[in-house]
């Protein structure tokens, strides 16, 4: 651990004051001893409309948290489902109105603002409440298509993580929890570890994420701010998004379109139920100075050809499979070794892929409006 937890909150020279932790009546954690919170904390969630930043928001929540939320609702795949994810959050928090997502809504423990992490000035009133921390899920995803655009990915990826940690400096907030990518560990040996170079990535997704983790090193280094970085790695499950395979690859078994399949599906991936993400990334929100965390399933990672079978024993139905070149920007295998994550948060993955599967596709059979979300 590069700054205590006990440091950091008694840090006399910091721009983050200690008085937001006496302030806010909140007993801090004690190496892997979970912390207690008298009070409910308020917590910025970007990228809320989106597939971790829903069903993390939901958990907080639940807990009795208030969440004020961000999303730009762009159309990187169907809006839609971003939409129906915002309704649940709604429901949850007790609104009963329809929200698409184009307008803000307050529920009392839920504030939602359709506000872009590019836009500093957006962003800015939004931290006059002060916030306990920040949960920074907002992000530019896929591989290929940053390939293609490029600067958007440089744009929120970085410049969005700069906008939110120095806002974070200049009003006190002390935590951020910052996502990132198993994408950054090309080239390494499996299982990867936390520790390993990853100063050569293959993308400009991975490209954008590095930066983002250097930034956050940055703050911490050089004003306190209290980082936890999380490595995500293959994240599935029930309104997962549609540029995915798991959800693609369901729906094209279950209605009979051929599968479009890069490469001859040996390659495999640590794949990663939704809600044990979403529990560390919450879990994550602990003081740890600045560390680097792995959340991945940490077992014997899964052929996609593997997969693809599971899906057709579940469905019952045979899939057509259209075998395209090996996308140079892809990875051939993911495996994350977890065992920080287990020693600094306790944390373990309590879903295994194939549970996680069938729920999945039991919640897609159940969700006729999804056979017209475009893929």
């Known amino acids: 651990m590069s700054q205590s937890h006990r440091e950091w909150w008694t840090k006399p020279d910091g721009l983050f004051p200690v008085g937001i932790a006496t302030a806010h009546a909140i007993v801090l954690p004690i190496g892997r001893e979970f912390f207690n919170i008298r ?30 939320g961000v999303d730009n609702m762009n159309d990187y795949y169907d809006v839609r489902l971003k939409q129906h994810r915002l309704q649940d959050l709604a429901r949850e928090s007790g609104m009963d109105n ?39 899920l907002a992000a530019r995803a896929g591989v290929r298509y940053s390939m293609e655009n490029p600067f958007v ?15 974070a400096r200049k009003n006190g907030v002390g935590k951020l929890v910052q996502a990132s990518t198993s994408s950054l560990y090309a080239g390494q040996q499996m299982p990867f570890h936390e520790d390993l170079p990853v100063n050569t990535p293959i993308s400009p997704y991975a ?17 306190g701010l209290d980082v936890s970085i999380l490595r995500y790695f293959t994240v599935f499950g029930p309104a997962g998004r549609p540029d995915m395979s798991p959800i693609r690859f369901i729906r094209w078994v279950d209605e009979g379109t051929p599968i479009t399949l890069y490469g001859d599906g040996t390659q ?5 139920y939704i809600d044990d993400i979403a529990e560390g990334t919450i879990l994550a929100l602990k003081p740890l100075g600045y560390e680097v965390i792995n959340l991945g399933g940490g077992n014997e990672p899964v052929t996609i050809n593997a997969f693809i079978q599971r899906i057709e024993g579940h469905l019952g139905k045979k899939a057509q499979i259209d075998h395209k070149p090996f996308h140079k920007a892809d990875m051939m295998d993911t495996s994350a070794a977890i065992d920080k994550a287990r020693r600094l948060l306790d944390w373990s993955p309590k879903v295994d892929v194939w549970d996680g599967l069938k729920r999945t596709i039991d919640w897609y059979l159940a969700q006729p409006w999804m056979r017209d979300i475009t893929l």
Not at 268 to 272: A, C, L, P
């Open 153 to 167: 990915y440089l744009n929120t990826n970085t410049k969005g993580v700069l906008n939110l940690v120095e806002l």
């Open 268 to 272: 495999s991936r640590d794949f990663t």
């Open 98 to 136: 329809p929200v698409d997502g184009f307008s803000a809504f307050n529920s009392g423990r839920l504030s939602y603002h359709p506000i872009d992490v590019e836009s500093y000035a957006a962003l800015e009133p939004l931290f006059a409440d002060g916030f306990d921390a920040i949960i920074n």
């Open 39 to 68: 009070r409910s904390m308020r917590i910025l969630l970007t990228g809320i409309a989106g597939f971790i930043g829903a069903r993390t928001a939901s958990l907080l929540l639940s807990r009795g948290h208030e969440v004020v």
């Open 207 to 223: 490209a954008s994420k590095k930066a983002a983790e250097a930034i956050a090193y940055t703050y911490h280094h050089l004003y």
